[in-house]
């Protein structure tokens, strides 16, 4: 398990095994995904470019709301090989 402390201006620095198992380079973003019971999964940022023909063969969504889940599920499929053994920190945990 690795934690972070929050910072007076609510920053934070990911640990050196986490950012390093990520993948992660300075400059690079991060995304927040929420969870059910309040907690997060992060997710290295990627190009657009690496979502296409995500959609390719499915029945199109007609909403935004429907486009966005679809993005998003097909975003965490994707972003598996960048996953690391870094678990999760519920809220619980993290205290």
Request: proline fraction near 4%; hydrophobic fraction near 40%; avoid cysteine.
């Amino acid at each position: 398990m690795y934690k972070a402390k929050l910072t007076a201006k609510g920053q934070i620095t990911l640990p050196a095994e986490v950012r390093n198992a990520m993948g992660l380079k300075p400059g690079e973003k991060v995304a927040f995904f929420g969870e059910p019971g309040g907690e997060f999964t992060i997710r290295r940022v990627g190009s657009i470019l690496e979502l296409e023909g995500s959609l390719a063969g499915l029945d199109l969504p007609k909403t935004d709301e429907e486009m966005n889940e679809l993005l998003h599920r097909r975003a965490f499929e994707l972003d598996a090989a960048t996953k690391s053994g870094a678990q999760k920190v519920s809220d619980s945990e993290a205290a």
